[in-house]
């Protein structure tokens, strides 16, 4: 009994995977009849905090959490010009977030999927 009762301690002690980890296509076209991808690299590590890519840039002062039952991320990443504020939520069909460019005037909401290898060779990514 007591082995029973530490074997499932242990198993409710282990993280879940992280689902949010990855590489993701980014979907950010403005119209159906323009199709517009960027790459997504995703690493959750242990302490919380997130590294990777994301629009040719690498992430800044990034942080994750798992909570209510979903996974979501929000980090940093800069084109030269300004940051941009990104936040990530595990969705029903794959990602959904959004990014914040507050020196170009918008805001972009967006979805993702899991990359392929043949989306990983795209020029975009």
């Known amino acids: 009994m007591l082995v029973l009762m530490l074997a499932l301690s242990l198993q409710a002690a282990t993280p879940p995977a992280a689902p949010l980890a990855g590489d993701w296509v980014v979907d950010l076209s403005a119209t159906p009849a323009e199709p517009y991808y960027k790459g997504m690299s995703l690493k959750l590590e242990a302490d919380g905090t997130v590294t990777g890519s994301f629009y040719d840039s690498e992430i800044q002062a990034g942080r994750w ?61």
């Open 65 to 125: 959490k798992t909570a209510g039952g979903r996974t979501c991320a929000s980090f940093r990443t800069t084109d030269g010009a300004g940051p941009y504020h990104t936040s990530v939520c595990q969705g029903a069909s794959g990602l959904e977030g959004q990014t914040w460019a507050e020196h170009r005037n918008f805001v972009f909401l967006w979805r993702a999927k899991p990359a392929t290898a043949e989306d990983r060779k795209a020029k975009w990514w």
